[in-house]
Structure formats: structure tokens, C-alpha cells
């Protein structure tokens, strides 16, 4: 029976991408015309049609899965406020738990994504559509080849990020830049043992490209008590529930600043953000 829920399930999924990727796609083509009023409305339609889009998946999983997502009793949220959301980062589920339990009360959550990305088949252009941030990062080796480039990532994703200056937005950034496995974890050899240790670079890049625009933090921690489940666990209703711990903060203006090339900056960034870790792992361990 599992199975059987996990094949319809996942039809619905791809069914509804593709059912809500034709009218966004043509929205953000048409948005591409150089007139700002026009383009700010439509911004505003592609975002409801990306939340009919969540809502017809979590519709999705109400019947096919079944799962239930408990979580402490939201702290005030607005859809007209600007936020930062970090939460830790086990399964592709992840992305499916913040959607549903986030939409509705927050701006549409967006996540800053490699510029390689806006090539994945119809989701990059989804994603493009929805004014996304691509970031283009250079290593520090080719920076060194090629110093002139320093700082055109920060200065590239300033103007991408210029549209939300009007509108608010939450972006998205799972921290540890990769999901948590026990095995990652043993090759950190770090001092959090459900989480990988941050990495504060992505964090405060998305600040500083936002210049100070970011000024709340949406602090997700998500648990999964009977083990990390997979993509195709969650869709054949194999995961009976999800426990969730949310808090909003102020952001301090000292948190916005150049990570790359302000040492002193760069040390109480990451002190920030490892605390706030040490913090995620003691709440994990209560969901738990």
C-alpha cells in the first residue's frame, strides 16, 4: 500500500510542478517588459501562483502521507516583513516541511542558488522566474589569478537582490551547506552530534547582499524522531510525524558587514552563528 501511495503521490507532485511552472514561466517572461509597476504586480501574482503551487502539495500530502508536523506555537509573523530563515538540513523533506509550515504567514521563502542552477530542467526556470538570487562565487584561487574580480559576486547579487527592496521576502539558507549524515559528521569530527558544523560565509554573504534589508531571523530546527527520512519515505506515508521548534529574533546591524575582507568582522560572525548552533543542537536533542 505504501508504494502504491508513494507512485500516486509523486504523480501529484510532478503533475502540479508542471501544472503551476506554464503560467509562472510565461508571468516571469512577460515581467522581462522594462516597466517597474508592471513588473512589481506580476511579481506579486507569480509568488501567489508559487503558493498554490504548496498548497496543492501539502493537499498532497494529507492524503498520501499523512504526516503530522508538530511545532511549538509560532512566535508573530507577517508576510510584509523582510526575513532571514536558517534551519538545519537532514532530507530533501526539509524543503517540503519549511513550505508548508511557513506559507501564509511569511513572504514566499526563496533560497540563494548557484548560477549553475537556472539550468536544471523547468525548475531553473521556475526559479528564474521567481526572481531566485543566482550567485555567482569565485574561489580564492582565481581571485588571486584574477584580483579584479574581487567583489563582483557581492556587487552581482546586490543588484539581483534589488527587486526585494520593495518586496518583502524570506530567503532561505541551510547553513551547513550540505545535509547531515553521520558520516559528514565524523569527517568534521565536530562538537554537534545531529548537526554539521556552519558554515557562517553563505549566511552573511546573503546579508550583506541584502544590505541590511534582512532584519528578522526566522530560526527553524527540525527533527525527525524515528530517523532521517527520504524523499520517497515521506511521499508513501512512511513518516508518522515531524517535530518543529520556531523563533524570530531582531537582526543587529553588526551582523551586516563584508565577510571576505574584514577579519574582525569574519570572527564574530562565526562566534554568532556557533552559538546559535550550540543552541540548535540543545533544542534538537528536546524534539527528540
Known amino acids: 500500500m505504501s508504494f502504491i501511495n508513494g507512485i500516486l503521490s509523486g504523480l501529484g507532485y510532478i503533475v502540479n510542478t ?3 511552472f506554464i503560467p509562472i514561466f510565461l508571468l516571469g517572461i512577460l515581467k522581462l ?3 517597474k509597476p508592471l513588473q512589481q504586480v506580476l511579481s506579486y ?4 501562483c508559487a503558493s498554490g503551487w504548496i498548497k496543492v502539495n501539502t493537499a498532497n500530502q494529507h492524503v498520501f502521507s499523512r504526516t503530522v508536523i508538530n511545532t511549538n506555537e509560532l512566535p508573530p509573523l507577517s508576510t510584509k516583513e523582510w526575513y532571514m530563515v536558517i534551519a538545519n538540513h537532514q532530507s530533501w523533506v526539509d524543503i517540503l516541511v519549511l513550505q508548508r509550515v511557513l506559507d501564509g504567514k511569511v513572504p514566499f521563502l526563496k533560497f540563494f542558488l548557484k548560477q549553475q542552477l537556472i539550468f536544471v530542467p523547468i525548475i531553473g526556470l ?3 522566474a521567481l526572481d531566485f538570487p543566482f550567485m555567482k562565487r569565485y574561489s580564492k584561487a582565481l581571485l588571486a589569478k584574477k584580483p579584479h574580480l574581487r567583489g563582483k559576486d557581492v556587487a ?3 543588484k539581483s537582490c534589488e527587486k526585494f527592496q520593495l518586496k518583502p ?3 532561505v539558507n541551510f547553513v551547513e551547506g550540505t545535509r547531515f549524515t553521520p558520516q559528514k559528521s565524523a569527517q568534521q569530527n565536530n562538537p554537534y552530534p545531529s548537526l554539521l558544523r556552519p ?3 553563505g549566511c552573511a554573504f546573503a546579508l550583506n547582499a541584502m544590505s541590511g534589508r534582512l532584519n528578522q531571523l526566522v530560526n527553524v530546527t527540525i527533527a525527525y524522531p524515528n530517523g532521517i527520512p527520504s524523499f520517497w519515505d515521506f511521499i508513501c506515508g512512511r513518516v508518522n510525524k515531524i517535530n518543529l521548534d520556531v523563533s524570530v529574533e531582531e537582526i543587529d546591524v553588526e551582523l551586516v558587514g563584508d565577510y571576505e575582507n574584514d577579519p574582525q568582522y569574519k570572527a564574530l560572525f562565526q562566534r554568532w552563528l ?8 540543545n533544542t534538537l536533542d528536546r524534539l527528540k
Do not use: Y
Not at 501574482?45 to 501567489?48: N, V
Not at 556557533?274 to 543542537?281: A, S
Open 45 to 48: 501574482i507569480i509568488d501567489g
Open 169 to 171: 521576502v524570506s530567503v
Open 156 to 158: 552581482a547579487t546586490q
Open 18 to 20: 508542471i501544472f503551476w
Open 199 to 201: 558554515k557562517a560565509g
Open 126 to 128: 521556475a526559479w528564474w
Open 274 to 281: 556557533n552559538d546559535k548552533w550550540q543552541e540548535k543542537q
Open 33 to 35: 517588459l522594462p516597466i
